[in-house]
């Protein structure tokens, strides 16, 4: 059964002409907010798939970063219906029954509104390294899968994504992923766009930057350390050319145990928000939120993956998840894909460690946003913004919703403090030409597909 039925043009996205941002093909802006369900297709049955998807079109993600081959164990141990993907591993060879079930979780997804980051596979089928593999891809066969997944989604909403966690070692690996991209083209007549998703404290620039296939780069900040500062990569994939849009594709996991140790503690909403505000604000086009115990879909009857600790289902409602709609409605409350970065906006300290400030302005001098971690100070040029007078409001991204602070002329040096201070006491200043009449903020219940 294919999967190919025709759907709507808009779902066909695309690299905004400036080079720093996805658009539909209808040229509305997409903002990528990603979710990984790395085990969605291996694990959920179609009735928690669908309850996992309607969660999150509901908390505004777009994008939902699922894997083909699963990692755990995911060409052996069957999913919930008894099917394995592959005839005795071979990647030419396709298990009908099993892409059915795919097939269901796209088209569910579609129905929602939501693109699926489709991995093919996870990084042990062709550089085992760790985990458990087998190794089953040749350059050969690599073309083949691409091939035949492209063209089984070649009008579905889909966002590939090769890699899986792996680096390429040597010239094989190199020749697997290529040969993959280009058969994933081959299938879908260049209908999807591409990008990797390398290893923690890994970039996709690092080997296929100037790769045509390569739409976008995606790096992997990892769950090494708290504050880490995974805005520094984007501000280097920002200042490559030729110029390519950049995301964090997995930044430290709400849930997930510090350097994977439960003793160190465990990342939660701060962590996730920081991040998140960190990379949009350095030039990133849009960002991934992960939870250490979605992405494994962990229930009590499994072995838990690095100290998982809550049930998934249970853990769909945490408040990071939730405060990304927030995120998600901050940005697109304003034409967002005008912003670039500009710490030139800050004339005091923009600190180091935790405390970092980042910001961001739009080209035309219409808005600008000011990110700060714990609440510190901020001192801006106002005659960054345009117009007479430049309207200043708070953001408290853990609520999604807004205060105003004033209007200023824009000759000022002003210093701006937020309303509290410390851990998890994050802001964004939030400065409007005031002649513009931007829409109040505030929480944003609904998104449009």
């Not at 590939?160 to 299938?187: E, V």
């Not at 930057?209 to 995606?218: P, V």
């Not at 990569?233 to 200042?239: A, E, K, P, R």
């Not at 300290?349 to 000011?370: I, K, M, N, T, W």
Request: a positive charge.
């Amino acid at each position: 059964m294919s999967c190919s039925h025709k759907t709507k043009a808009a779902q066909s996205l695309k690299v905004q002409s400036n080079k720093r941002f996805l658009i539909k093909k209808d040229g509305k802006p997409f903002f990528y907010l990603g979710d990984t369900a790395w085990e969605l297709f291996h694990r959920l049955n179609r009735e928690e798939a669908v309850m996992y998807l309607q969660d999150r079109a509901s908390k505004g993600f777009t994008v939902i970063q699922a894997v083909v081959l699963a990692e755990l164990d995911g060409l052996r141990q069957p999913n919930p219906y008894g099917h394995v993907p592959l005839k005795n591993n071979d990647p030419t060879k396709p298990n009908e029954a099993y892409f059915q079930h795919v097939d269901y979780i796209v088209n569910k997804a579609e129905e929602l509104g939501l693109y699926i980051g489709m991995l093919p596979t996870w990084g042990d089928k062709w550089n085992k390294q760790r985990g458990v593999g087998p190794e089953v891809f040749t350059p050969e066969n690599a073309k083949v899968f691409g091939t035949y997944l492209g063209k089984r989604y070649k009008n579905k909403p889909i966002i590939w994504i090769l890699g899986g966690d792996r680096n390429p070692d040597n010239s094989t690996h190199l020749a697997i992923i290529r040969s993959m991209a280009k058969g994933l083209k081959q299938g879908d007549g260049g209908n999807h766009l591409i990008t990797y998703h390398p290893m923690g404290g890994n970039n996709s620039a690092t080997w296929f930057h100037n790769d045509d296939w390569l739409d976008f780069n995606m790096f992997q900040s990892g769950h090494t350390a708290i504050d880490l500062p995974n805005y520094k990569i984007t501000s280097q994939n920002y200042l490559l050319d030729p110029p390519k849009p950049t995301l964090d594709g997995e930044p430290r996991y709400e849930d997930h145990p510090i350097n994977w140790k439960a003793e160190n503690g465990w990342f939660d909403d701060f962590d996730v928000r920081q991040a998140a505000y960190w990379s949009m604000l350095a030039g990133a086009c849009g960002h991934t939120y992960g939870n250490h115990n979605i992405w494994q879909m962990w229930q009590p009857t499994r072995e838990p993956i690095s100290a998982a600790r809550t049930p998934w289902k249970k853990a769909l409602a945490h408040p990071g998840a939730t405060q990304m709609s927030y995120f998600r409605g901050l940005f697109e409350s304003r034409p967002f894909t005008k912003l670039v970065p500009d710490q030139s906006l800050l004339i005091n300290s923009v600190h180091e460690g935790r405390d970092h400030l980042r910001a961001a302005r739009a080209v035309d001098g219409s808005f600008a946003f000011v990110y700060t971690p714990t609440g510190k100070p901020i001192t801006v040029k106002l005659e960054k913004i345009k117009g007479n007078k430049v309207k200043a409001q708070w953001y408290d991204p853990r609520q999604g919703i807004g205060m105003l602070v004033g209007e200023f002329t824009n000759t000022a040096i002003k210093e701006f403090t937020p309303p509290t201070k410390g851990r998890g006491n994050d802001w964004i200043l939030v400065l409007d030409n005031a002649a513009i009449k931007f829409p109040p903020l505030g929480k944003i219940s609904t998104f449009s597909s």
